[in-house]
């Protein structure tokens, strides 16, 4: 019969350990470090998330308690202190790094068919606070008392898998983090009206960059040219116009299109904004209803993995936290593709939290997740057949 390793072990074996080690050495995370490794670190971060683990007792503990499941593994269970001083000391780049590793796997699986006809690769940029004590994270400025950290996001639509993320204090500006980030020419970028900035629509444009936005109501043009709209598809009006707010010819120079498209399930007028002069105006408006992906995924994230409350406390910590939560959820997208069953991220993540230490083979358990038993259940039900 064949022997199998845990769930959790499985799940491990999807991150190569020489890639491991190659980006161990690359960010130098275990210069001058002594017994505890970084992969220790790493299995006991993931074991947070996958495990629910709430604090650090709880981390050290649940693996503690599985001692004798964890030698294939390749760890013993850390102290607290030891885990305490590797998330503060260590370098949340290793993280970023396997973060990156994994996403090229999950891209190399087969996502499905495409939502969109167009070619163009499309992006959603949008972000999420995640709100702090200040007392306890006073490096986390947001309000005066009031402390929080952003997660910048880029998701890509083909298989709504996390591309791109930037982790910084809550006070730091959206549209300051959209100038940062580097897209492909012909990539399509879908963002909220949090991101409405001249320079930035500019600096798009030029680099053949197209976006779709929502329309600030207090914005200024004039109309250029008017287009015929499509018929019975609630849109109202097709405009190329040209941008004449305060310094909007310097910054953004080039005409786009302004498309208002009435939504009779909320009784709302939506205007929307876009540099892309060529596709139809239903389908920008479909674009701009995909972007609540983004939305969801957030939701998501909050809910099902450790994200809103924290083990550490330094910056380097949380940073290391979030980075793992964003490893993990694209290992259950992974799950997901890779599976036959008709999973929900929640009913994945609670029967993997329930199986992590069960011994049995992942991939039969994902497609038959009622039917695959433990290990040891079958073997105790063969040797009452024998006797």
């Known amino acids: ?34 017994g505890f490794t970084c992969w220790g670190q ?18 050290t503990g649940g693996l503690r308690s599985c001692e004798g499941k964890l030698k294939h593994l390749g760890i013993t269970a850390p102290s607290r202190s030891t885990l305490a001083y590797a998330n503060e000391h260590r370098p949340w780049e290793l993280y970023q790094q396997v973060f990156f590793s994994l996403l090229q796997r999950c891209r190399d699986q087969k996502i499905g068919k495409k939502k969109f006809r167009f070619k163009n690769k499309l992006m ?20 005066r008392t009031k402390g929080a950290v952003k997660l910048h996001l880029v998701l890509d639509h083909d298989g709504y898998l996390p591309s791109y993320a930037v982790i910084t204090d809550g006070k730091v500006s959206d549209v300051k983090v959209a100038h940062l980030l580097q897209f492909d020419s012909g990539t ?19 680099l053949g960059v197209f976006f779709v936005t929502r329309m600030k109501d207090n914005t200024l043009y004039e109309v250029v040219e008017k287009r015929k709209v499509p018929e019975n598809r609630n849109v109202l009006r097709d405009e190329v116009v040209r941008l004449t707010g305060l310094k909007a010819a310097e910054k953004c120079p080039h005409l786009v299109r302004r498309i208002e498209m009435y939504d009779p399930e909320k009784d709302q007028v939506f205007v929307f904004l876009t540099n892309h002069l060529k596709l139809g105006a239903t389908t920008i408006c479909a674009i701009y209803k995909d972007r609540w992906k983004i939305e969801l995924f957030f939701k998501a994230l909050k809910q099902n993995l450790k994200i809103k409350t924290f083990v550490g406390t330094s910056a380097n910590a949380v940073k290391i936290q979030i980075w793992t939560a964003l490893i993990a959820i694209l290992v259950l997208r992974y799950l997901k593709l890779r599976s036959q069953y008709g999973w929900s991220l929640s009913n994945l993540v609670a029967l993997l939290r329930m199986n992590l230490f069960t011994h049995r083979d992942l991939w039969a358990w994902l497609d038959k997740p009622f039917e695959v038993l433990p290990e040891s259940i079958v073997q105790e039900k063969l040797q009452f057949e024998f006797a």
């Open 1 to 34: 019969m064949t022997k199998f390793t845990s769930i959790f072990s499985q799940i491990l074996s999807l991150f190569t350990r020489i890639d491991f080690e190659k980006a161990v050495k690359e960010t130098k995370a275990e210069r001058r470090a002594k």
């Open 188 to 206: 399509i970028v879908v963002d909220d009206r949090g991101y409405n900035d001249y320079e930035l629509f500019g600096k798009w444009t030029g």
């Open 124 to 143: 959603s940029l949008d972000s999420s606070t995640i709100d702090l004590c200040l007392s306890m994270y006073d490096w986390a400025k947001f309000r």
């Open 42 to 59: 790493f299995v006991s971060m993931l074991f947070c998330q996958l495990g629910r683990a709430h604090s650090l007792r709880e981390i």
